[in-house]
């Protein structure tokens, strides 16, 4: 797992490390991890350093892939060359040196920041228009189509989530415009308020981590002729806006108090993202289902942050 210091890897490697053991899951990133455990097996990697990374390969010659390293949204938009070739050569890279070296599985990520300001808002579905503006967007929508090119040209078995806002408790995320609703629990806690840099009411569609996880797995556990889909699967949970999911904090943490700033550079890309995902690919393909709801997610995130 390249990448896998951040919000989605720390997780992911936890349940792989169940599934395959944990001699089997070497987990890498720029730099170690705040707690490195005893038996697990971590290397320092640059995915742009391709030397380096063909090194890696040939150390372990893993079996399977999981690219995470990526710039989010709002860090992208400060430095655009930066996000793009991270997210773009990055995956390069792995593809390149999984032709190379034989490796035939990979997991990457996608988002929601396909979709652009003229995608369907509501229900967006699978197949649509895609006008992505925040570059990480643009390298995600690329990414796509370069994972369906590998797939068809070279027949690399490379499986893809366009996953939606990840909401965590062990590992905050970094730098995305979906991040406000992590954030907002932990001030909850803290000091029993939160000012949220998006509008009242700018749905986005969500999705708690246990089901994020849950649904990686599941996709990479699918049989291949089982995929109708080699750009990216539509992954749909939850869709709230700001006021909602702090009305749902307030039932259980009565005097939290929310409040709104204004023009932030994050409600741009919020406003040219999908309020809610239309998933029945993923759902018949490879039984997608999430199983926690706003009420659900809200209680578990508060009880664990406690
Ligand atoms: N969570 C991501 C972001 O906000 C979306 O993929 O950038």
Same mark, same amino acid.
């Given at each position: 797992m390249i990448g896998a210091n951040g919000q989605i890897g720390t997780e992911l490697a936890v349940a792989l490390r169940q599934k395959f053991g944990s001699e089997n899951v070497i987990t890498s990133d +720029? /730099?170690?991890?705040? #707690?490195p455990k005893e038996g697990e097996i971590f290397e320092i990697i640059n995915v742009l350093d391709k030397p380096a990374l063909k090194a890696l390969f040939e150390k372990y010659k893993p079996t399977q892939v999981y690219l995470l390293a990526a710039m989010l949204s709002a860090t992208g938009e400060q430095y655009p060359m930066k996000a793009w070739d991270l997210n773009m050569n990055g995956l390069l890279n792995v593809l390149d040196l999984a032709l190379e070296l034989g490796i035939k599985k990979i997991f990457w990520p996608s #988002?929601? *920041?396909v979709f652009g300001p003229h %995608?369907?808002?509501?229900?967006?579905?699978?197949y649509c228009i895609m006008d992505p503006n925040s570059i990480y967007g643009i390298s995600k929508l690329a990414g796509e189509r370069l994972c369906e090119y590998y797939h068809k040209k070279y027949g690399l078995d490379i499986r893809s989530l366009r996953y939606p806002g990840i909401i965590s408790w062990?590992? =905050?995320? !970094? !730098?995305g415009t979906t991040d406000y609703a992590v954030d907002i629990f932990f001030e909850a806690l803290k000091s029993g308020k939160y000012s949220c840099f998006l509008s009242a009411d700018t749905a986005l569609p969500m999705l708690y981590m246990e089901d994020? @996880? *849950?649904?990686?797995i599941a996709l990479m556990d699918a =049989?291949?002729?089982? +995929?109708? @889909? /080699?750009? #990216?699967?539509? +992954?749909?949970?939850? %869709?709230?806006?700001?006021a909602e999911i702090a009305e749902e904090i307030t039932k259980i943490l009565p005097n939290f108090e929310m409040s709104y700033v204004e023009n932030d550079p994050r409600q741009a890309i919020a406003d040219s993202w999908p309020a809610s995902i239309e998933d029945t690919v *993923?759902?018949?393909?490879w039984n997608w289902k999430p199983t926690f709801d706003l009420q =659900? &997610?809200?209680?578990? &995130?508060i009880e664990n942050l406690k």
């Open positions: +720029l /730099r170690e991890p705040r #707690s #988002s929601i *920041a %995608s369907p808002k509501q229900n967006t579905p699978q062990k590992t =905050a995320p !970094g !730098g994020a @996880v *849950a649904g990686t =049989a291949q002729e089982q +995929l109708t @889909v /080699r750009s #990216s699967y539509n +992954l749909g949970g939850i %869709s709230f806006t700001p *993923a759902q018949e393909d =659900a &997610m809200t209680k578990d &995130m």
